[in-house]
């Protein structure tokens, strides 16, 4: 693990934030160092607003779309929201299509299936659309690369508006409208917006042609929230806004299919990482392991009792996924020490019997172990389909690029991807992605870092500190939850090794005198040896509340010590 300290920021914006809204220096830095450097940035921060929302005609193409969708309205056409499997294509499927529902009939679903159809816009979507005198086809969280797709639907006079925030290629599709503020010649103000939540800026066009104000719009962020936690985009700028609300329509008043996910806990307030790790896996294995229109049917129920029936599938589903991928990562693992890769710069595996609907998750499993960038790849039709997943620095996309020549298809983001290519391609495809990455992959970015906010004495760690931590969230990308470093602290004689087989470590610490507080280090048990007869280390940790017994402390939540 590499310790890196961040940069501290300017001595000048730290006193001026002091001064202005009455805070101590590391609250002051901790805001400096997510570029806030006013009250009014602050304010916009810690109180997020619906008025922060961007004008959604803002982006290009909005007016079109909201145009065509007005004309198939007034027309009777029969408009098909068309999404991916995963959870920001269902969560987006499930918003656009309840959101026109509540206004107008005719309206359907489509979902590709992931293992007859692939990812993205497909020929067989198109024939269904054409033999059901479907004439709009709305793509949600896919689309932008579909040229050849999009010109097959307008021979059969089937017209597409596209919303998408994968990045664009060289051409884009012809489609009566193209949503993505990634385009280059698209002058929206923010471009890290999720497919659900282009999705939602649509919605909230098409809302101001029906009258409705942003306030009618609150139910739906329950999916949006989702869909930005799941699909790791910045939590900053508008998806901050979104996800804020978000969160408090799950906590507050959560659709059935929410409330039946749920059910089961015994959590009083969801964070977004309850929503990454509790509800979108069971959203995602639906679409991983049978068909994503059984999320949309989750995501749209309005009954609860049939809510918890769904909810019940799908956890059986999500039950098979867990031992699935396990098995596979296992496979995968082995397959690499077989072929003695173990000290190469990137992983690279195949297996025609792996399941399409976890490649995705093995692939970040294998960099626990091999922290590379990490390809998965499996049998699909004729052809091999791959997920990929980099380590942090590292653009995989871009890698993929220099070797699109093996490659038939791919598309995603800096950090993860997708791609078909046949299956003679698959050994050149290999070697020339280990040269691209050994050519061009900083060496230190192969070692997990460990990047630290700022160094803190243990005797600041105080409820009143923890409560103003609490209003930075929601934590994810872009606004991380910030990582402490406290140096020369000593356990007080109470370190243990615990956990069914101790490969958990818990120790009480102090520094300096300081009032003891207690560290839980999840799978550090091996690093015992160093807090041991009082020896002082380093430790660097997030902070966090324990409940027990009806009585809540503070204690830390250990990430590495040396």
Known sequence: MRWTLQAKPSTTTVNHLKKVLGINSTVASLLAQRGIETYEEAKQFFRPA????????????????????????????????????????????????????????????????????????????????????????????????????????????????????HRPGNQIPNAVAVLDPKQ??????????????????????????????????????????????????????????????????????????????????????????????????????????????????????????????????????????????????????????????????TTVV????????????????LTETYYRPTLVFTKSGDKLAASARSVKGFDVYNALQECSEHIEQFGGHKYAAGLT???????????????VVANTIDRKLLTPELSIIQELKLEHITPKFYRILKQFSPFGPGNMTPVFMSQQVQDTGYGKCVGTDESHLRTTMSQDQSEPIVGIGFGLGHKKDLITERKPFDVAYTIDENEWNGSVSLQLKIKDIR
């Open 350 to 365: 195949y297996n025609e019997n792996w399941h399409k609907g976890v490649i995705g998750i093995v692939a970040s499993r």
């Open 184 to 345: 280059e010649d698209c002058n929206y103000p923010y471009d890290e917006l999720c497919g659900c939540g282009v999705g939602f800026k649509l919605i909230q066009a098409l809302s101001v042609l029906f009258g409705q104000t942003i306030d009618d719009l609150i139910p739906y962020l329950d999916l949006v929230a989702t869909a930005i936690g799941a699909d790791i985009v910045p939590i900053t700028g508008e998806n901050r806004v979104l996800a804020y609300f978000g969160l408090q329509v799950i906590n507050t008043q959560p659709r059935a299919g929410f409330e039946a996910i749920i059910k089961q806990l015994k959590k009083p307030i969801l964070t977004i990482t309850d929503v990454v790790f509790i509800i979108a896996p069971r959203i995602n294995a639906a679409g991983r392991m049978k068909h994503g229109l059984h999320a949309v049917e989750l995501l749209t129920e309005t009954d609860l009792n049939i809510a918890i029936e769904f909810a019940s599938q799908i956890e059986a589903f999500n039950t098979d996924r867990r031992s699935l991928d396990k098995e596979i990562t296992s496979e995968a693992l082995l397959q690499i020490e077989e072929n003695d890769e173990q000290d190469r710069l």
């Open 421 to 435: 290519l046949l299956p003679e391609q698959y050994e050149a495809f290999k070697n020339k992605f280990e040269e």
């Open 50 to 165: 619906l008025d922060d929302l961007h004008d959604p005609f803002l982006m290009k193409d909005m007016q079109k779309a909201v145009d065509r969708i007005q004309t198939a309205i007034s027309n009777n056409e029969t408009i098909m929201i068309y999404g991916d499997y995963d959870v920001d294509g269902t969560t987006a499927v499930a918003l656009v299509s309840s959101f026109l529902l509540s206004i107008y009939p005719n309206v359907t679903t489509y979902i590709p299936d992931r293992y007859d159809e692939g990812y993205g816009i497909s020929y067989k979507g198109i024939d269904y659309a054409d033999d059901n005198g479907i004439s709009l086809i709305i793509a949600l969280d896919c689309g932008i690369k579909a040229i050849e797709k999009v010109a097959y639907a307008k021979e059969k006079r089937i017209d597409f508006i596209i919303c998408d925030h």
